[in-house]
């Protein structure tokens, strides 16, 4: 009888990672061989391009808009102050959001 699927693929994993695929196939009730088939083809990779640049560039506004908050706050200029703190909010919120995307994408 011939095989329906005759490639074997052969990888390394460290023992906590052993530990946690085992958990996770007991759970599934595949057996190991079906579980990572299944979790390897269904799940869609998403790679972002430019991510890592994109967030750096973030942090880098978040510090110089905190070096304007101190020259804001220490009375030395008012007419900005409200539209300074509504940009921190948005950066912050943005911030928040693509920390978010980043931990799913890696």
Do not use: C, P
């Not at 890592?52 to 070096?67: A, M, R």
């Not at 921190?88 to 978010?100: G, I, R, S, Y």
């Amino acid at each position: 009888m011939t095989r329906s699927k005759n490639h074997q693929i052969k990888f390394y994993v460290s023992d906590e990672e052993l530990i946690k695929l085992k958990e996770n196939v007991k759970k599934s009730k595949l057996n190991q061989s079906d579980f990572l088939r299944i979790i390897s083809i269904r799940k869609e990779v998403v790679v972002i391009e430019g991510l890592d640049e994109l967030i750096t560039q973030i942090k880098k506004i978040g510090v110089n808009l905190n070096q304007i908050a101190k020259v804001l706050n220490s009375g030395s200029i008012f007419d900005f102050n409200k539209d300074l703190q509504k940009a921190q909010k948005e950066l912050n919120t943005l911030w928040q959001v693509l920390n978010v995307l980043a931990q799913k994408v890696r």
